[in-house]
């Protein structure tokens, strides 16, 4: 009776489809993002970041709504909608990063702001490949903390080069070109937002191992 019942539940592996889809949008994200900061025509990057992003929407949309219509969820239903959330929070924030490059019609970026783009390339793809080890938390506990360790010190990393390029910025433009010194340091600060919400994840992935193991 207990089986037959179970069978008229939602599936739960649908959850874990929609994180990797996901998970998916925020490498495309991030290799646009760093394809923006190379300079020059940063229109495409900023168009495929925006659609991106769009896409990443619809995707927290149908988790938000499945953790709605599920009886039973893969794990607790908090830790489901604060995962998806950092997670669409990074893609957010690389879609601020547009507007503030299409507003301030930026074409030319500092070797450190490339530098924080590859970083944030790295940590989505981190993010990506420690979202399908959550199918099975318990057993993949040990390469989950290892990939959200590997995070966390990539966050302390593009830390360092957040305030290495403003420091540098400010001694080469902060008295002679003021708007351009105010410009730079909001593309940094922006760049580091990106970096934080991808450290969020890395936090939320390793709640779930701890409570689920």
């Given at each position: 009776?207990?089986?037959?019942?179970?069978r008229?539940?939602?599936?739960?592996?649908?959850?874990?489809?929609?994180?990797?889809?996901?998970?998916?949008?925020l490498?495309?994200?991030?290799?646009?993002l760093?394809?923006?900061?190379e300079?020059?025509?940063?229109?495409p990057?900023c168009?495929?970041?925006?659609a991106?992003?769009?896409?990443?929407?619809?995707?927290?949309?149908?988790?938000?709504?499945?953790?709605?219509?599920?009886?039973?969820?893969?794990?607790?239903?908090?830790d489901?909608?604060?995962?998806?959330q950092?997670?669409d929070d990074?893609?957010?924030?690389?879609?601020?990063?547009?507007?503030?490059?299409?507003?301030?019609?930026q074409?030319?970026?500092?070797?450190?702001?490339?530098?924080?783009?590859?970083?944030?390339?790295e940590?989505?793809?981190?993010?990506?490949?420690?979202?399908?080890?959550?199918v099975?938390?318990?057993?993949?506990a040990?390469?989950?903390i290892?990939?959200?360790?590997?995070?966390?010190?990539?966050?302390?990393?593009?830390?360092?080069l957040?305030?290495?390029g403003?420091?540098?910025?400010?001694?080469?433009?902060?008295?002679?070109?003021?708007?351009?010194y105010?410009?730079?340091?909001e593309?940094?600060?922006q760049?580091?937002?990106?970096?934080?919400?991808?450290?969020?994840?890395?936090?939320?992935?390793?709640?779930?191992?701890?409570?689920?193991?």
């Open positions: 009776m207990m089986a037959w019942f179970r008229l539940l939602p599936r739960e592996d649908r959850f874990f489809d929609l994180f990797e889809q996901h998970a998916e949008k490498v495309l994200g991030s290799q646009a760093e394809r923006l900061l300079g020059g025509d940063v229109a990057a168009d495929e970041i925006i991106l992003e769009e896409q990443a929407d619809e995707v927290t949309r149908q988790v938000l709504l499945a953790v709605r219509r599920s009886f039973v969820t893969p794990f607790d239903r908090g489901i909608q604060d995962l998806i950092s997670m990074a893609i957010d924030n690389m879609r601020k990063m547009v507007k503030t490059v299409i507003l301030f019609e074409r030319s970026f500092e070797p450190l702001m490339q530098q924080m783009g590859t970083v944030i390339a940590a989505a793809t981190l993010t990506a490949q420690a979202i399908p080890l959550l099975r938390v318990s057993s993949n040990p390469a989950l290892k990939l959200t360790e590997h995070m966390i010190h990539i966050e302390e990393k593009a830390d360092d957040h305030d290495r403003l420091k540098e910025l400010f001694t080469r433009v902060g008295r002679s070109d003021p708007m351009a105010v410009i730079g340091s593309i940094y600060g760049l580091e937002k990106v970096v934080d919400r991808f450290e969020d994840v890395a936090n939320e992935i390793s709640g779930i191992v701890i409570e689920n193991v």
